[in-house]
């Protein structure tokens, strides 16, 4: 996952500060992030939306090529969350009438009920990654959600089983997957934060669903896992629950957190082969990183896996900071990368 040849490629996990003339920010901080449809945090009006979020993904686009990053993601501007965009508009699923499903941290929330086969109807991003594509000359990441996560961000009242569900979701993951690449992605990334919330069944199914998502695709793919947002999420466990397992995934590259939980950087090493996402920013501090700090915390990453095959990123999405923060965590975050390629060269 190169930015062309580029050493420590510097990208965005997925989300970037949304702003504060497009969503309630304080609504969506209060609550966990949605899984069925939230049309009340936007603060813009039905009819203007798509342009305020078309303007809003400029900005993010804008910031990330000012910042200096190499990859650009859209900042996904037009999601609630990372996965209801997309979990919503499938087949199978009544979004009217939610169902329950305990979120990572045990509380319950409200979520999609699946009451059919869960199928794609439709591209759900494939316009996102055109306009991104359309926006910059650098390369592209988008981001989808995990088959294994929206599983389990769902109330079950039609499978006999999670695993057969997660399949399903799987293969309609693929579907998108192959139709973001077809419309100019250069990197698509799955979101599988439940695979760190929830091993066993991550062991006994969601493994072989995000096989499944991947199967027969051509093009560069990442998996994102994480310990959950900083803004909501406030305790982090000493290390991942679920990483070695990733050996056994056909994705190229594996995203993760350091910064904030201090993670023991020798797991890397059961990764050999896998470009390594390292997540370098602590998204829990509202102070920003010196370049220096965020330099430290890639040599640490550089102690068990080769450079060549590190990209540089935040530890999880900066959809919830202030916009002056996440630009100059990202503004760092450059920065850093860029003395340490220069010790490395």
Sequence with gaps: MSAGNRLLPTSLVGSYAMPDWLIDKAKLAGRFPPRTRAAELWRIAPEFLEEAQNDATLIAIRDQERAGLDIITDGEMRRESYSNRFATALEGVDIDNPGTALDRSGHPNPVPRVVGK??????????????????????????????????????????????????????????????????????????????????????????????????????????????????????????????????????????????????????????????????????????????????????????????????????????????DVAFGKMKAMADGAAIVRAELQ
């Design 118 to 323: 869960v199928r794609r109807k439709h591209a759900v991003e494939v316009e996102d990654v055109k306009f991104l594509r359309a926006n910059t000359d650098r390369r592209v990441k988008i981001t989808v959600p995990g088959p294994f996560t929206m599983s389990q961000q769902a109330q079950n009242d039609f499978y006999e089983s999670e695993a057969e569900m997660a399949m399903d979701y799987a293969a309609a993951v693929n579907e998108e997957i192959r139709d973001l690449f077809a419309a100019g992605a250069d990197i698509v990334q799955i979101d599988e934060p439940y695979m760190q919330a929830r091993p066993e069944k991550a062991e006994e199914y969601g493994l072989e669903a995000l096989n499944a998502a991947l199967a027969g695709v051509k093009g560069e793919t990442a998996v994102h896992i994480c310990f959950g947002y900083a803004a909501i999420i406030h305790a982090r466990p000493e290390g991942y629950s679920f990483l070695p397992q990733f050996s056994g995934c056909s994705c190229n590259a594996v995203s993760i957190e350091t910064a904030q939980s201090n993670l023991d950087t020798s797991v890397l090493e059961t990764l050999p082969d896998k470009t390594i996402i390292l997540g370098v920013l602590d998204l829990s501090d509202p102070e920003i990183e010196t370049p220096e700090k965020v330099a430290e915390r890639i040599r640490r990453g550089l102690e068990h896996h080769p450079a060549e095959k590190i990209v540089v990123a935040p530890d999880c999405g900066l959809k919830y900071l202030p916009r």
